[in-house]
């Protein structure tokens, strides 16, 4: 097993920060940003909006088995800055993972995108093994921020 507990990428999109923290504020356009291709859909979800907010997302991967909901809990927002949520079986406290959005303006219509997935605070060996840490390769977080590129380029 590997040493490594994060993968980040970046990025500089041609978009404001603002519009960019838009997109990514939204849980319904997750799906549509997913380079892993596990987000389903959203089964309840409103604008992210303060740290606490949780919202539920329908997922399917073969490493739970098949279909499979996620509830995600916020732990980071600063308006323009910062989004973050640690993801957890739906109804269950979450176990290490976390995802977090880090935005610089660059200027007016260009922003730095800086997009971690940290799974540093698992512990649980069985959980490890099962999940196959990183789940989600560093090939598909490119992935996303190319299609969150595309979105913000056209709201």
Do not use: C
């Not at 987000?39 to 329908?58: E, K, L, P, S, Y």
């Not at 490493?63 to 509830?71: A, I, N, R, S, V």
């Amino acid at each position: 097993m590997s040493d490594q507990t994060s993968v980040t990428v970046e990025r500089v999109i041609d978009a404001p920060v603002d519009r960019v923290f838009d997109v990514l504020s939204n849980p319904e356009r997750h799906q549509s940003l997913d380079g892993s291709g596990f987000i389903r859909g959203v089964d309840h979800a409103d604008r992210i909006q303060h740290v606490g907010d949780v919202f539920t997302m329908n997922m399917e991967g073969s490493h739970m088995g098949g279909e499979y909901q996620t509830d995600n809990h916020v732990t980071g927002y600063v308006k323009d800055k910062l989004l973050a949520w640690k993801t957890a079986p739906a109804g269950t406290e979450p176990p290490g993972w976390e995802w977090v959005w880090e935005l610089e303006s660059q200027g007016p219509d260009e922003t730095l995108v800086r997009h971690t997935y940290d799974w540093s605070k698992v512990t649980e060996k069985s959980l490890l093994e099962k999940v196959g840490f990183p789940l989600v390769s560093e090939r598909d977080l490119h992935d996303t921020l190319s299609r969150l590129a595309a979105q913000a380029a056209t709201d």
